[in-house]
């Protein structure tokens, strides 16, 4: 089992910044690749970004491809999703994801833990 905690969240500027972290406990770390997802009311949950279990691989949705940077410190058990230049279209709520199965496969299939989400509202 893992559990997820997500922090960092919180109201920005159109063109501003926000950086998430994602704490993770209850097995190995190294064990897990760890992704972002969003969703907002009334709309399917949208895959954002992912990570490899060493660091060495990173995923990105288009539309979030240059703005964002997934990483992942495995000394503090944490992953972070930075976020530059914001757009409205950002505002969501983001959860961090965790699976065991590889992170090329979370684009397609999601994940099997989640966290509990938290908000990120970009306004212009």
């Known amino acids: 089992q893992v559990q997820l905690v997500e922090s960092g969240g919180g109201l920005a500027q159109d063109g501003g910044s926000l950086r998430l972290s994602c704490a993770a406990s209850?097995?190995?770390?190294?064990?897990?690749?760890v992704g972002w997802f969003r969703q907002n009311p009334g709309k399917e949950r949208e895959f954002v970004a992912a990570?490899?279990?060493?660091?060495?691989?990173?995923y990105y949705a288009d539309s979030v491809k240059g703005r964002f940077t997934i990483s992942r410190d495995n000394t503090q058990n944490t992953a972070y999703l930075q976020m530059n230049d914001l757009k409205p279209e950002d505002t969501a709520i983001y959860y961090c994801?965790?699976?065991?199965?590889?992170?090329?496969?979370?684009?397609?299939?999601?994940?099997?833990?989640w966290g509990q989400g938290t908000q990120v509202t970009v306004v212009s």
């Open positions: 209850g097995r190995p770390f190294v064990s897990i690749a």
């Open positions: 994801a965790a699976t065991t199965r590889g992170a090329y496969t979370m684009r397609a299939n999601g994940a099997g833990y």
């Open positions: 990570i490899s279990w060493s660091g060495g691989t990173e």
